[in-house]
């Protein structure tokens, strides 16, 4: 970002026109975007319109005082992440923001990590509205996607395998890093990333579109995303510790503690979980590859219902503690 100085802004329009007037690509399907009482945009035919909507609040899902760039990376990047998780092509958002005060420093590098991933997933923003009070971020967006190419949690079936996008527990290691809970050695740089600046599976997500049967983003955890697949399709998974991909700071955690539920239940990855019949392995195989990134069979979709986490030595780990919840306790 340039060190040059801020402009002054003496309203919310003036912050508006400054900031989000212009963030993302050009798109053809916008008629008309930020700066009017609407947004008027051109879905294209035969195309299902996907809509997610995710909200971060200081204090609850970011840390007071967190980098404004890297807030703006990721309150986006979760939004892509469902997006990615149904298949869609990402194409437009608005953005709802609530700023105790105008601090144009901070709302400059917000901007900025926003628009980066915006270009490089080539969504607008066209719309949205600006507010006083405690810091929030609230996101929706949409995407386009072919009928019958949706990624849907309700179609997974026994015998489909069970794959995993990237390492797992990474985010979990790298909030108990910053909590003071572990210390990420000479991984820390690399779990504060995988914490603060998720990359959703977009490109991934796109070309699994009517090749897998279900999937989800896994936002809270393998075991409860995987259990919401399981209830949506009437159905139950395993899946086998021994099978988690971990990256190299988690597998010197496991060293160390023999902690499982980081891997399980830690939640913030956004990899994507999904099933697929067993006789399309070699397709999903090279659609990982072309999509650059690394996937793993970690289970079975099974007859039943709930989700059976078996241990290295084959005895099934209790999952009483299944994922993040946002009004428990």
Avoid at 124 to 144: E, K, M, N, Y
Avoid at 205 to 221: E, K, N, T, W
Avoid at 300 to 326: F, K, Q
């Amino acid at each position: 970002m340039s060190d040059a100085p801020h402009p002054m802004i003496q309203s919310e329009f003036d912050l508006i026109q400054t900031y989000f007037a212009a963030l993302g690509p050009h798109r053809e399907d916008v008629d008309l975007g930020v700066g009017d009482d609407c947004a008027l945009l051109r879905p294209p035919p035969n195309r299902l319109l996907a809509q997610t909507q995710d909200t971060l609040a200081e204090g609850v899902h970011f840390a007071v005082g967190a980098d404004p760039e890297a807030l703006g990376h990721k309150a986006l990047a979760v939004n892509l992440s469902d997006l990615a998780a149904m298949g869609a092509e990402p194409a437009w958002f608005s953005l709802g923001l609530t700023l105790p005060q105008a601090d144009t420093a901070w709302v400059a590098a917000f901007a900025h990590g926003m628009a980066v991933l915006a270009r490089a997933h080539g969504v607008r923003l066209v719309g949205g509205d600006t507010t006083r009070g405690p810091r929030s971020i609230s996101i929706h967006a949409q995407g386009f996607v072919a009928a019958g190419r949706e990624l849907r949690r309700s179609r997974a079936r026994p015998g489909d395998l069970v794959y995993v996008s990237g390492t797992l527990g990474d985010a979990a290691l790298g909030l108990m890093q910053q909590q003071g809970e572990w210390d990420g050695g000479a991984q820390h740089a690399a779990l504060a990333e995988r914490l603060h600046r998720p990359e959703p599976r977009v490109l991934l997500g796109r070309r699994l579109g009517g090749v897998a049967h279900a999937a989800i983003d896994l936002s809270d955890g393998l075991a409860a995303d995987l259990g919401h697949i399981c209830t949506a399709s009437g159905v139950g998974a395993r899946f086998e510790l021994g099978r988690l991909p971990l990256s190299a700071a988690g597998r010197a955690y496991l060293a160390v503690t023999g902690d499982w539920m980081p891997f399980i239940a830690g939640g913030d990855d956004y990899e994507l979980c999904f099933t697929l019949d067993p006789a399309l392995e070699r397709e999903a195989a090279a659609i990982c590859r072309a999509a650059g990134c690394v996937c793993r069979h970690v289970g079975e979709v099974v007859a039943g219902d709930g989700v059976h986490c078996i241990a290295p030595d084959g005895a099934e780990l209790s999952l009483a503690r299944g994922g993040y919840e946002h009004f428990s306790g």
